[in-house]
Nanobody
Framework: VQLQAYGGGLAQAGGSLRLSCTAYGFPLDDYHIGWFRQAPGKEREGVSCISRSGGRSNYADSVKERFTISRDSAKSTVYLQMNSLKPEDTAVYYC????????????????????????WGRGTLVTVSS
């Protein structure tokens, strides 16, 4: 059982990257998914989340209007499209999965940066140069 985030890399300020989150050994479609990040010397923070159905999502204020979360059930993958990147977006990004039965979609999307998660993926490093 494994959750894997990938797609990180080096980008210039103002550029874009798309992160992907894929599950191995369990059905991602049965889970709400959150994206988190941790910058050097800082605590982990919530970035965005999406409900199991994809009908509800939430974003940290720092990434609103720049990042977009989505999920593709056919590919069992959740994406984080990151545009207008800033140097302060530099961090290791993680995806996390919470079983949908633990939270309603509304409850999850409202509290997704605070709730408990069942699985955490290995992170992917995003570096944004100025």
């Amino acid at each position: 059982v494994q959750l894997q985030a990938y797609g990180g890399g080096l980008a210039q300020a103002g550029g874009s990257l798309r992160l992907s989150c894929t599950a191995y050994g369990f059905p991602l479609d049965d889970y709400h998914i959150g994206w988190f990040r941790q910058a050097p010397g800082k605590e982990r923070e919530g970035v965005s989340c999406i409900s199991r159905s994809g009908g509800r999502s939430n974003y940290a204020d720092s990434v609103k209007e720049r990042f977009t979360i989505s999920r593709d059930s056919a590919k069992s993958t959740v994406y984080l499209q990151m545009n207008s990147l800033k140097p302060e977006d530099t961090a290791v990004y993680y995806c996390a999965a919470a079983r949908f039965r633990r939270y309603t979609s509304n409850d999850y999307s409202t509290r997704c940066f605070e709730v408990g998660y069942d699985y955490w993926g290995r992170g992917t490093l995003v570096t944004v140069s100025s």
